[in-house]
């Protein structure tokens, strides 16, 4: 998982991101959902790592900018350690960040949820 100093969301940077334009924020945040969980996709299925390392790591380094762009930056360091993993034919390590996403898409979804993020 990424390091605990980094807030999973910021919604005020989210929205300054966006231009003020909430219907532009909300696109991206769902375009990093749709990405992100489709179970049977790239990132989705850590065994498809070692199959196709450079589909995964260009959906993983599109995930890394939308994540950026959706202001989340404790799910941009783990995609971004997931495509250096990819990159650098660190497989193993690769998949066992694969591994982490689906506990971090559960703590985006609390803290958007719940609207604020954990102390």
Same mark, same amino acid.
């Given at each position: 998982?990424? $390091? ?8 005020? =940077? ?6 003020? !334009? ?19 996709? $790239? ?8 199959? *196709? ?14 994540? !950026? ?6 799910? &941009?360091?783990?995609? !971004? ?7 650098? @034919?660190? #497989? *193993?390590?690769?998949?066992?960040? @694969?591994?982490? #996403? ?6 985006? =979804?609390?803290?958007?949820? @719940? @609207?604020?993020? $954990? &102390?």
């Amino acid at each position: 998982m990424p $390091p605990a100093s980094d807030p999973i969301y910021d919604p005020a =940077r989210a929205l300054a991101i966006a231009g003020g !334009r909430p219907q532009l924020r909300d696109a991206t945040l769902l375009g990093l959902f749709e990405l992100l969980e489709d179970a049977g996709g $790239p990132l989705g299925d850590v065994a498809h790592y070692a199959r *196709d390392p450079a589909a995964v790591y260009e959906v993983a380094h599109r995930a890394v900018g939308l994540a !950026r762009q959706a202001a989340m930056p404790a799910l &941009e360091t783990l995609l !971004r350690a997931l495509a250096d993993a990819l990159e650098a @034919g660190a #497989l *193993d390590e690769a998949q066992r960040l @694969g591994q982490c #996403l689906p506990e971090a898409l559960a703590a985006v =979804r609390r803290v958007l949820a @719940g @609207g604020g993020n $954990p &102390e």
